[in-house]
């Protein structure tokens, strides 16, 4: 005998045993089907709340509506969930809400100069970060950085940054254009790294990331003693930044190498002999990014600066920021979001790290 059960009009119950059949009675017709095993053991589950063992004669009406409820509404979230995890795991708009919220946490903790009690510091800030003068090479290299911008050029770069897998370069196809736009450092950053060449004047400079040679070009015109080397890991990417200095007649104080970091670093230091300042902008991810820091810090002095970009652009680049600042060798770091600086200086006892906007974004932090 089948187990009857007494079920809505609309819809058919299956019974709390495999391969047994189900009775349903709407609109005085009588429907068989045999439940799945997977159905029978939900359905068993509410029978033993409700009954014994299964042996339920009649079912209240809303126990049924219980069920169906609970699965139309796994059937319908489930997609709507798996599309937001997905969209959550989704690298770009990750990096973007990572760069969002740490963003907010700086510029709610940021300073400015009246806040600033450290001579050193309070010098540094009105030299690069509040000095507001403009200069005919911003006008320049900003000209140029323009013209890249509406070039028609396309190139294949190999990249051996964060792009690359088990250590082999990505070949991928690039314009000019977007180079200009996206890998390039900002007018706002380039007149901070102007200014702090400006303001320090070093005799040696190393930059790690060339890309179209913006930075190299804001470095090598702020210290036009000084000799620059740049590293840039695509060969025709760093061709683009060899004509872009040798426009601005920057080709003899600034030399270009190509190729990955791990193979041109430690020639780059050699040939300099000593670093007085470092400008991180390539390979972002957490162990490249410590691995050159500990590399270069062997040719630096207590008076060199290292300049450390998008220790904000994920969550590894700000883990590697952390533990620079955490370095012993490290006395002393600003934090301006966009650029971060550490500072070997010995002569700061007890470490110090600032977080420093300029006055005009935080107006009223003037006591």
Not at 103 to 132: C, G, K, M
Request: with cysteine; aromatic share 12%; net charge positive.
């Amino acid at each position: 005998m089948h187990q009857k059960f007494f079920i809505p009009r609309s819809g058919w119950i299956p019974a709390p045993d495999p391969g047994l059949h189900v009775v349903a009675r709407g609109a005085e017709v009588n429907h068989r089907r045999t439940c799945s095993r997977r159905e029978c053991s939900e359905y068993a589950k509410v029978f033993r709340r409700i009954g014994r063992q299964g042996e339920v004669d009649t079912v209240h009406r809303w126990e049924f509506a219980k069920i169906h409820a609970v699965k139309v509404g796994v059937a319908v979230l489930s997609p709507l969930f798996i599309f937001f995890y997905k969209i959550a795991r989704f690298n770009p708009l990750q990096k973007i809400l990572h760069r969002i919220s740490h963003f907010l946490r700086f510029y709610t903790a940021a300073n400015t100069r009246y806040q600033v009690h450290s001579p050193f510091v309070f010098e540094w800030v009105n030299v690069v970060l509040e000095d507001r003068r403009w200069y005919y090479a911003f006008e320049d290299i900003e000209a140029l950085r323009r013209e890249m911008r509406t070039s028609p050029i396309t190139l294949e770069v190999e990249d051996h940054g964060a792009a690359a897998s088990a250590g082999k370069p990505v070949l991928r196809q690039v314009s000019v254009r977007n180079l200009a736009r996206k890998a390039a450092s900002s007018p706002c950053q380039g007149r901070m790294l102007f200014r702090t060449a400006q303001w320090l004047h070093p005799g040696s400079i190393l930059e790690l990331g060339t890309s179209v040679g913006i930075g190299a070009m804001y470095l090598a015109s702020g210290a036009r003693h000084a000799r620059l080397i740049s590293l840039e890991g695509s060969d025709t990417v760093a061709h683009v930044a060899r004509t872009n200095l040798g426009i601005l007649d920057l080709h003899h104080q600034a030399e270009v190498v190509s190729g990955p970091f791990q193979q041109t670093l430690g020639p780059a230091l050699e040939a300099l002999g000593q670093a007085d300042l470092v400008f991180f902008d390539g390979h972002h991810r957490e162990a490249a990014t410590l691995d050159y820091f500990e590399r270069c810090l062997p040719f630096c002095h207590a008076g060199s600066v290292l300049v450390f970009d998008d220790m904000y652009w994920s969550a590894e680049m700000t883990a590697a920021w952390e533990k620079i600042k955490q370095h012993e060798q490290v006395r002393l770091t600003i934090d301006c979001f966009d650029l971060g600086f550490a500072f070997l200086n010995p002569e700061v006892e007890v470490k110090q790290h600032f977080r420093l906007v300029p006055l005009r974004w935080k107006p009223w932090k003037v006591f």
